[in-house]
């Protein structure tokens, strides 16, 4: 099997930076080439009390900005798609846990390289189990599109007026170019309209302002969520603010029925 390019960085716990003591506490893989971006951090903080002593650490905060960060990963793994990207992210670390600049490496089977870098640089039991790439059913017929020329792969598309770069896994061509962004969404109302509130307004420039050589442009965003975001309305609330600004947006649910039409609609691009 071909090795894919990847680049890894390191959660590291520095309580007192002046001192320049840190422990790791956990690892970000990021394989652009398997749209895949996660981290694994460890479940248990004794190394991170050695540094701090024992009954002084608050374990709480250290294990909620853990969470954090796979937080963040999961939620806007789609602008992840390049070790600038990673980088970026890496420079907007300013608590306790920093990461260092992302290395590069083979990856073969991006969450089991994962949690072989895991156990080798941070041992022990991560906190969270191997992570399901988002809508693989997406991934599998985008990249069957892709090789007959009808589908396009990780494009990055200036957003007019806003003049920045928006990250897209899958695009096709129909009339219009259709730009198609997996989203997941938080199960807070508040970040999650948040997140939409942006894509809202980015899918709207793109399709008032975005002609180009190319054609017309329109978002589409297929929005996940966790049960219980579909539960407390969250995902519905979601779908209205998207649609009112004419994004199309699709819900997990109606995958299926999506990928149908774009397999039966999809030009040559």
Known sequence: MKPKRGYYS????????????MVNVGVVLLCPDANFIAART???????????GRGELDRHALNSAKQAIEHRLDVDR????SHEDLMAFVNTRGNNLKLTAPRPVKVFDPAADLDKLFSELV????????????????EEVFRGLHQQGRARLNLRIEVPVLGRSLRIPYAYQNGVLNLVRPQRFS?????????????AMEGDLLQRHGQDAGGE????????????????????RVGQLLQEYDVTNVPENEIGEFVTRVERDAHVV
């Open 78 to 81: 789609a602008s992840f798609q």
């Open 10 to 21: 390191l959660i590291q716990f520095c309580p007192d930076p002046s001192r320049l003591e």
């Open 217 to 236: 442009k329109k978002l589409i965003v297929v929005s996940l969520f966790s049960p219980n975001g579909e539960k407390n309305g969250v995902a519905k």
């Open 187 to 199: 199960n807070k109302e508040g970040v999650a309209m948040e997140s939409a509130m942006r894509l």
């Open 123 to 138: 041992g022990g039991r991560s906190r969270t189990q191997p992570v399901e790439p988002p809508a693989p059913q997406l």
């Open 42 to 52: 460890s479940a248990n903080n004794r190394r991170a009390e050695k540094l701090v």
